[in-house]
């Protein structure tokens, strides 16, 4: 009897017994494989939508293509299992491990991911849209132009995760650890991240607009030509992080830690930098027309070329700041700290030269 032609589970264990392992195609539609040890299976192609897989083991099985909606596979052993292009639209995988597998191409659409372990797992173009995934490891995980647009990622690990070209858009990614991870090109618009540690993440040319990064740690991160127009940073910690070219226009980033970040032509119209902390920072050739700055720290912080008209820089420090070149037309320098500051036209402020 061919694999296809199976209509219960205990014909497949009984032949699985006897050392066969192939039964790809098999129809087992519902079927009760729970706890089973079915290691090595072949049942590519299987059609297993809601079927019962809890806590059965599945280890470097090969379930590609298979149908697995709605499959119940919580506490599953799946390491280096292959489900590549497999149908697991709604599927519960809570605590499932799933380290090493391959999951490129794979639908996990409104998937229950939730404690799973998916370390150095392969979800390359996956669909994971409305995915459950709350503490989810994906550590060194590849999801590059994955679909997580909507997920649920609270208080997930993607720690040296690749997830360049992703759309996270929308998706909730509040506490979780992205800590060198390579967001390179990432679509997180709208998305929440109220919270995360990005440190030393790569996120060159990626969509940040509308996106909230409050409280977020972004400390020495690539952040070069990334979008982060509407975005909300305050409180955000930038430190040493690089934003040359980034848009940043309109952006709240009210008592964000900015300190030695690197701002070279960044555009920062109207953006919000009440008491924020830019010390040391480089804004060379930067766009602060109407920001507000009132009580930020810019001691020492290069401003040179910058544009600050129209800004409101209303009690900030800018002690040993270098202006050389800024334009402050119509900018507002009442109660501004300017001793020692080198001025647009390359003298050391004396005292008199606020406008």
Same mark, same amino acid.
């Given at each position: 009897?061919?694999?296809? #032609?199976?209509?219960?589970?205990?014909?497949?264990?009984? &032949?699985?017994?006897?050392?066969?392992? =192939?039964?790809?195609?098999?129809?087992?539609?519902?079927?009760?494989?729970?706890?089973?040890?079915?290691? &090595?299976?072949?049942?590519? +192609?299987?059609?297993?939508?809601?079927?019962?897989?809890?806590?059965?083991?599945?280890?470097?099985?090969?379930?590609?293509?298979? /149908?697995?909606?709605?499959?119940?596979?919580?506490?599953?052993?799946?390491?280096?299992?292959?489900?590549?292009?497999? @149908?697991?639209?709604?599927?519960?995988?809570?605590?499932?491990?799933?380290?090493?597998?391959?999951?490129?191409?794979?639908?996990?659409?409104?998937?229950?991911?939730?404690?799973?372990?998916?370390?150095?797992?392969?979800?390359?173009?996956?669909?994971?849209?409305?995915?459950?995934?709350?503490?989810?490891?994906?550590?060194?995980?590849?999801?590059?132009?994955?679909?997580?647009?909507?997920?649920?990622? &609270?208080?997930?690990?993607?720690?040296?995760?690749?997830? +360049?070209?992703? /759309?996270?858009?929308?998706?909730?990614?509040?506490?979780?650890?992205?800590?060198?991870?390579?967001? !390179?090109?990432?679509?997180? &618009?709208?998305?929440?991240?109220?919270?995360?540690?990005?440190?030393?993440? @790569?996120?060159?040319?990626? @969509?940040?607009?509308?996106?909230?990064?409050?409280?977020?740690?972004?400390?020495?991160?690539?952040?070069?030509?990334?979008?982060?127009?509407?975005? %909300?940073?305050?409180?955000?910690?930038?430190?040493?992080?690089?934003?040359?070219?980034?848009?940043?226009?309109?952006?709240?980033?009210?008592?964000?830690?900015? #300190?030695?970040?690197?701002?070279?032509?960044?555009?920062? !119209?109207?953006?919000?930098?009440?008491?924020?902390?830019?010390?040391?920072?480089? *804004?060379?050739?930067?766009?602060?027309?109407?920001? %507000?700055? +009132?009580?930020? =720290?810019?001691?020492?912080?290069?401003?040179?070329?910058?544009? *600050?008209?129209?800004?409101?820089?209303?009690?900030?420090?800018?002690?040993?700041? =270098?202006?050389?070149?800024?334009?402050?037309?119509?900018? %507002?320098?009442? @109660?501004?700290?300017?001793?020692?500051?080198?001025?647009?036209?390359?003298?050391?402020?004396?005292?008199?030269?606020?406008?």
């Amino acid at each position: 009897m061919k694999a296809s #032609q199976f209509t219960t589970e205990a014909e497949l264990l009984s &032949r699985h017994e006897t050392g066969e392992q =192939n039964f790809s195609g098999a129809k087992l539609i519902g079927a009760d494989l729970s706890a089973e040890n079915l290691n &090595r299976i072949n049942l590519s +192609s299987a059609q297993l939508n809601g079927a019962s897989l809890i806590k059965t083991t599945l280890i470097r099985a090969n379930l590609s293509n298979a /149908d697995l909606r709605v499959a119940d596979l919580s506490k599953a052993q799946l390491i280096e299992t292959t489900l590549s292009r497999a @149908d697991l639209a709604k599927a519960i995988l809570s605590e499932a491990d799933l380290s090493g597998a391959i999951l490129s191409g794979a639908n996990l659409s409104g998937a229950d991911l939730r404690f799973a372990t998916l370390i150095g797992s392969s979800l390359i173009g996956a669909k994971v849209k409305g995915a459950k995934l709350t503490k989810v490891n994906l550590t060194g995980a590849t999801l590059s132009r994955a679909i997580l647009a909507q997920a649920d990622l &609270r208080k997930a690990t993607l720690n040296r995760a690749i997830l +360049s070209e992703a /759309d996270l858009s929308e998706a909730n990614l509040s506490a979780a650890s992205l800590i060198r991870a390579y967001l !390179h090109g990432v679509n997180l &618009r709208g998305a929440n991240l109220e919270g995360a540690d990005l440190s030393e993440a @790569d996120l060159k040319g990626a @969509d940040l607009s509308g996106a909230d990064l409050s409280g977020a740690d972004l400390r020495g991160a690539d952040l070069r030509e990334a979008n982060f127009s509407s975005a %909300n940073l305050s409180g955000a910690d930038l430190q040493g992080a690089n934003l040359t070219l980034a848009n940043l226009k309109g952006v709240v980033l009210k008592k964000a830690k900015l #300190q030695g970040a690197n701002l070279s032509k960044a555009n920062l !119209h109207k953006a919000n930098l009440f008491k924020a902390n830019l010390s040391g920072a480089n *804004l060379w050739e930067a766009n602060l027309r109407d920001a %507000n700055l +009132s009580n930020a =720290n810019l001691r020492r912080a290069g401003l040179l070329l910058t544009y *600050l008209t129209g800004a409101n820089l209303s009690g900030a420090n800018l002690r040993g700041a =270098n202006l050389i070149g800024a334009n402050l037309n119509e900018a %507002n320098l009442s @109660d501004t700290s300017l001793e020692e500051a080198i001025m647009p036209n390359g003298t050391t402020y004396s005292g008199a030269e606020k406008s």
